[in-house]
């Protein structure tokens, strides 16, 4: 039997950093530091070809909202600018489970998002912002709907049944 891979992608690498291979980063990922732990194992993922190779982290820094990162593979300029526009990624077996009410921002999408009973739309991104992070859902009316990812809005997640409970407010729709 064959173990299909499932993998968590935690950034975008954007460009190179320095003589020494160091990727610059935009990560999607609120665990960056964890993530990137010196001696990690992740992945850089093409998703145009589906190459991937496996690397390992050497050095990790944060700087004016990217990350930076080494890899003990990747190790001058010249190999680094081949992985420009790779996704990094880790296998989901690597992270232990989140605690409840905490979710992957990749589980949340492609849920289908209900006012009641009615089926009001598809998440089709989670947006951060320095206040709070957004749900973005394409409405069945066509419209484009950006939900605060927050109780007042968020009433129940059910990764099993693929579904978001929520409550709107007028205006809204």
Do not use: C, W
């Not at 077996?93 to 409840?100: A, C």
């Amino acid at each position: 039997m064959v173990k299909v891979m499932n993998y968590l992608t935690l950034g975008k690498i954007l460009k190179t950093r320095g003589l020494d291979g160091t990727m610059k980063v935009f990560s999607s990922t609120e665990f960056a530091s964890i993530r990137y732990k010196k001696g990690n194992t992740l992945s850089l993922f093409n998703e145009k070809s589906n190459e991937r190779i496996e690397v390992t982290v050497k050095n990790y820094s944060y700087s004016k909202g990217f990350d930076y990162v080494l890899f003990e593979e990747i190790d001058k300029i010249e190999l680094a600018e081949k992985y420009i526009g790779f996704l990094i990624q880790i296998d989901r077996e690597k992270i232990p489970p989140l605690e409840d009410g905490y979710y992957f921002h990749s589980d949340l999408i492609g849920l289908t998002v209900f006012e009641g009973e009615e089926k009001i739309g598809i998440v089709k991104d989670v947006e951060e912002f320095s206040s709070v992070k957004s749900l973005r859902i394409k409405m069945n009316n066509g419209k484009s709907l950006l939900l605060p990812f927050i109780e007042v809005f968020i009433k129940k997640i059910d990764l099993k049944e693929k579904r978001i409970d929520v409550k709107l407010i007028a205006g809204m729709r």
